[in-house]
Nanobody, 121 residues
């Protein structure tokens, strides 16, 4: 009933840029925090950046100064602008959103299907 659809991943050379997008759709009453997580082969999933409805952000130290998270509340979309990409940024990137589907139903976490980002020369 709720879908998060990601786009924008791909192959980029070190020092390059990519912009990820994630649009939420379906039966949605309200969206709270939205964010991006990533998982590299053999590693645990880690938080990259999270943004509240009011625009406050929390960004991982490993990407601070290079990645920027933003959102469009009208479009129910969150973005991740990734600059100065490094090989260690290679991972599957997952979109996350905290969503209420109805006023009396508790908040739940929803995840996108993941998009591959590969940084390599």
């Amino acid at each position: 009933q709720v879908q998060l659809v990601e786009s924008g991943g791909g192959l980029v050379q070190p020092g390059g840029s990519l912009r990820l997008s994630c649009a939420a759709s379906g039966r949605i009453f309200s969206i709270y925090d939205m964010g991006w997580y990533r998982q590299a082969p053999g590693k645990q999933r880690e938080m990259v950046a999270v943004i509240t409805t009011g625009g406050s952000t929390n960004v991982a130290d490993s990407v601070k100064g290079r990645f920027t998270i933003s959102r469009d509340n009208v479009k129910s979309t969150v973005y991740l602008q990734m600059n100065s990409l490094k090989p260690e940024d290679t991972a599957v990137y997952y979109c996350n959103a905290q969503i209420k589907v109805a006023i009396m139903i508790p908040l739940s976490d929803y995840w996108g299907q993941g998009t591959q980002v590969t940084v390599s020369s």
